[in-house]
């Protein structure tokens, strides 16, 4: 009963969650009906001391970075930055490539370091843009996000700096740049699915004279005639990515942080605050120049107030996910499916590592988080399996990031709510992409990781 409680949980998170229930009201039901069949009782003490203490966790962390990442957006938007963007890709690669711009925008900030969240904010004005000018559904800008966020650059380029990438290391001993030709192979083979996939959308879309859609418009402050150029408006961006690498790499580690180890700051290392600390330096500097170069074109106060509006739901869709992932994975049912997958595969640390990171990341619907589930129940275990096989580590690294980016893409995916919040859709409108580019180009990834590996 007590796995039975888990996957009916988990079953209907995914069915009310893509017809549109709010997971913000979902996430503690289904959390506390698992705690309810598995027979763990207290089920108060489950909301309060679990899912609220992780939920609240996750957005005091976080609050800053989805607030000054949606009034960078708004900015961007309402200053007619976006559009000066648009026109400019648009010259370049042409109308028709409006998807491959956004990848390749999305590529190159995740690259950079920027977190995912930050870049939703910033690329989709830019992506709504480009979709409107070449007529393409504004259905397909999350797929088109998530191939350029949520997959290559996510879990197999070598040296991304994405969470998941970095996870594998302290118990490995690795570095991001673990197995090269894994991890180049899988990042072209992701990139082509991807790009095959969204472009097919497209053209069937085009077929059927689909155009961009009657959604809401929010047109900047500024006329066509008096867009900003277009190397102003692009200095924002690169602010973000060149700043925070700054802060990361240079600035505050070599600045005096010994305070961080007082009680008062709560006695914590400077890494543990740092990733934070830069993106916030970051995009307030950024904020702060796109108001500088456009004060008269634009309602500073309206702007602020929106766009920190804006950034609630996407901010509690996430932590609601967290929490409701926290109760799961404290279930005394949680153990037997533990050692389940582990019995799958015995002495194959590639298989078993593979397997165990899928499913981890499918129940918690979350790649990081599944991740190091799999890595803090198992690593050892997996380490030990790999010097009796003769398995280079990095290979074990590889291969449970790819996998961390598979079944973490089902519909209850904390960071999926998001980016449809973000962009005003639903499930039913554009899960579908998701689930092809992320669930399935990935899963076929991993297998084809896995063939090189063992080959």
């Given at each position: 009963m007590?796995?039975?409680?888990?996957?009916l949980?988990?079953?209907?998170?995914?069915?009310?969650?893509?017809?549109?229930?709010?997971?913000?009201?979902l996430?503690?039901?289904?959390?506390?009906?698992?705690?309810l069949?598995s027979g763990?009782g207290?089920?108060?003490?489950?909301y309060?001391?679990?899912?609220?203490?992780?939920?609240?966790?996750?957005?005091?962390?976080?609050?800053?970075?989805?607030?000054?990442s949606?009034?960078?957006?708004?900015?961007?938007e309402?200053t007619?930055?976006?559009?000066a963007?648009?026109s400019?890709?648009?010259?370049?690669?042409g109308?028709?490539?409006?998807?491959?711009?956004?990848?390749?925008?999305?590529?190159?900030m995740?690259?950079?370091?920027?977190?995912?969240f930050v870049?939703?904010?910033?690329?989709?004005?830019?992506?709504?843009?480009?979709?409107?000018?070449?007529?393409?559904?504004?259905?397909?800008?999350?797929?088109?996000?998530?191939?350029g966020s949520?997959?290559?650059?996510?879990?197999?380029?070598?040296?991304?700096?994405?969470i998941?990438?970095?996870?594998?290391?302290?118990?490995?001993?690795?570095?991001?740049?673990?197995a090269?030709l894994?991890?180049i192979v899988?990042?072209?083979?992701?990139?082509?699915?991807?790009?095959?996939?969204?472009?097919?959308?497209?053209?069937?879309?085009?077929?059927?004279?689909?155009?961009?859609?009657?959604?809401?418009?929010?047109?900047?402050a500024?006329?066509?005639?008096?867009?900003?150029n277009?190397?102003?408006?692009?200095?924002?961006?690169f602010?973000?990515?060149?700043?925070?690498?700054?802060?990361?790499?240079?600035?505050?580690?070599?600045?005096?942080?010994?305070?961080?180890?007082s009680?008062?700051?709560?006695s914590?290392?400077l890494?543990?605050?740092?990733?934070?600390?830069?993106?916030?330096?970051?995009?307030?500097?950024?904020?702060?120049?796109?108001?500088?170069?456009n004060?008269?074109?634009m309602?500073?106060?309206?702007?602020?107030?929106?766009?920190a509006?804006?950034?609630?739901?996407?901010?509690?869709?996430?932590?609601?996910?967290?929490?409701y992932?926290?109760?799961?994975?404290?279930?005394?049912?949680?153990?037997?499916?533990?050692?389940?997958i582990?019995?799958?595969?015995?002495?194959?640390?590639?298989?078993?590592?593979a397997?165990?990171?899928c499913?981890?990341?499918?129940?918690t619907?979350?790649?990081?988080?599944?991740?190091?589930?799999?890595?803090?129940?198992?690593?050892?275990e997996?380490?030990?399996?790999?010097?009796?096989?003769?398995?280079?580590p990095?290979i074990?690294?590889?291969?449970?990031?790819?996998a961390?980016?598979?079944?973490?893409?089902?519909?209850?995916?904390?960071a999926?709510m998001?980016?449809?919040?973000?962009?005003?859709?639903t499930?039913?409108?554009?899960?579908?992409d998701l689930?092809?580019?992320?669930?399935?180009?990935?899963?076929?990834?991993?297998?084809?990781?896995?063939?090189?590996?063992?080959?």
């Amino acid at each position: 009963m007590e796995m039975f409680g888990i996957f009916l949980s988990i079953a209907l998170m995914i069915i009310f969650a893509y017809r549109g229930v709010s997971v913000i009201a979902l996430s503690p039901i289904l959390a506390l009906l698992a705690v309810l069949i598995s027979g763990d009782g207290a089920l108060l003490a489950h909301y309060t001391q679990i899912f609220m203490v992780k939920l609240g966790g996750f957005a005091i962390s976080y609050f800053p970075l989805f607030m000054l990442s949606a009034i960078f957006g708004k900015i961007v938007e309402i200053t007619g930055g976006a559009q000066a963007i648009a026109s400019y890709i648009s010259d370049k690669i042409g109308r028709d490539n409006a998807i491959l711009a956004v990848v390749l925008s999305c590529s190159v900030m995740t690259y950079g370091g920027v977190s995912l969240f930050v870049v939703v904010f910033t690329v989709y004005p830019i992506a709504v843009e480009l979709f409107r000018r070449s007529e393409t559904p504004k259905r397909l800008i999350p797929g088109a996000i998530a191939v350029g966020s949520f997959t290559y650059t996510m879990v197999s380029v070598p040296g991304t700096p994405a969470i998941q990438n970095a996870i594998p290391s302290q118990y490995f001993g690795t570095d991001t740049f673990a197995a090269p030709l894994i991890s180049i192979v899988s990042s072209l083979l992701l990139f082509v699915l991807g790009m095959s996939w969204m472009n097919y959308q497209r053209k069937i879309a085009k077929q059927n004279n689909e155009c961009y859609g009657t959604y809401n418009y929010i047109k900047s402050a500024v006329s066509q005639d008096d867009l900003p150029n277009f190397w102003i408006a692009i200095v924002p961006v690169f602010l973000v990515v060149i700043i925070s690498y700054a802060c990361v790499k240079h600035i505050f580690p070599n600045l005096d942080t010994s305070y961080l180890q007082s009680e008062k700051f709560g006695s914590v290392p400077l890494n543990a605050v740092v990733g934070n600390w830069s993106i916030i330096v970051a995009l307030f500097v950024s904020i702060i120049f796109i108001i500088a170069t456009n004060f008269k074109k634009m309602d500073i106060v309206k702007c602020i107030n929106t766009g920190a509006a804006d950034s609630l739901i996407p901010l509690f869709n996430t932590a609601s996910v967290v929490g409701y992932g926290a109760i799961i994975s404290g279930l005394s049912g949680f153990v037997n499916i533990r050692d389940s997958i582990m019995s799958i595969t015995p002495g194959n640390p590639v298989i078993s590592g593979a397997i165990a990171t899928c499913i981890l990341s499918g129940i918690t619907g979350s790649a990081s988080g599944g991740l190091s589930i799999t890595l803090e129940m198992f690593g050892s275990e997996l380490m030990a399996m790999a010097k009796i096989a003769g398995v280079n580590p990095e290979i074990i690294h590889r291969i449970v990031v790819i996998a961390s980016g598979s079944l973490h893409a089902l519909p209850h995916n904390g960071a999926f709510m998001s980016l449809l919040a973000i962009c005003g859709l639903t499930h039913r409108e554009s899960y579908k992409d998701l689930f092809a580019v992320c669930l399935c180009g990935t899963t076929i990834t991993l297998v084809v990781a896995i063939l090189v590996a063992i080959l």
